[in-house]
């Protein structure tokens, strides 16, 4: 079955730790995105990747850090700049096209502060 | 920045009656889409709207998409307890692999 896995489901960090959390997808979509979602907001995006080794800011990358050297993989680290990072971390893959392209969600990461 | 508002944040209804929920974009949307996510889920596409005045159907869903391409809505007839989430709109104004900005979404709480 084709579909994106994030892991670990849930992840703690301790104070100054960078943390990093894996989303791998196997659907051969050229985009995917990091959205962060918190109780009663929307997901806001973090980062997306249009092609391997590129990749664009989103509306609140200040904190975090991504890079995309294999199609399949989008892996997103929460570094220590980033002060409140307690949240719900989806990932999303898509085709690419002029309209745009309906995006596959994995099931997320929930991060928490030790 | 693009701003996309979402209404309402919650609503109670009976199972049986219908509900709607209403998205306006601060700027001009070159196409909009509509995610459902079930409580403890993640979010799942149901439909994108493109031309100026569209309306997409899907069973007891109805998708519209405002003239000036700066909002939209999602009625639901007859609820069922089935339609309990949360219901998202998300427009992106520029190329087809931009990021979405998404609304806070509308949580649709259904009383049997």
């Known amino acids: 079955d084709g579909g994106i896995t994030q892991s670990p489901k849930y992840l703690f960090r301790k104070e100054g730790q960078n943390v990093t959390l894996s989303c791998e997808q196997n659907?051969?979509?050229?985009?995917m995105y990091w959205y962060r979602q918190d109780p009663g907001q929307g997901l806001r995006l973090i980062y997306y990747?249009?092609?391997?080794?590129?990749?664009q800011k989103g509306d609140i990358a200040e904190g975090y850090s991504v890079s995309r050297e294999k199609k399949e993989s989008f892996p997103l680290t929460v570094t220590s700049a980033q002060k409140n990072p307690t949240a719900f971390y989806l990932c999303a893959s898509s085709k690419t096209g002029a309209y745009g392209q309906p995006q596959h969600f994995g099931d997320g990461t929930r991060l928490s502060i030790l | 920045g693009q701003q996309v508002m979402q209404i309402p944040q919650y609503q109670h209804v009976q199972e049986g009656e219908d509900f709607t929920t209403y998205c306006n974009s601060s700027t001009t949307l070159s196409n909009i889409q509509w995610y459902k996510q079930r409580p403890g889920g993640h979010p799942v596409f149901l439909i994108q709207l493109v031309k100026s005045g569209e309306v997409k159907k899907q069973k007891r869903l109805t998708f519209q998409f405002g003239e000036a391409k700066k909002n939209s809505s999602l009625h639901i007839t007859a609820t069922q307890t089935t339609d309990v989430g949360t219901y998202f709109c998300a427009g992106r104004s520029g190329g087809g692999a931009d990021g979405l900005t998404f609304g806070k979404g509308t949580h649709l709480i259904i009383q049997p």
């Open positions: 990747s249009q092609i391997v080794n590129d990749f």
């Open positions: 659907l051969n979509h050229d985009a």
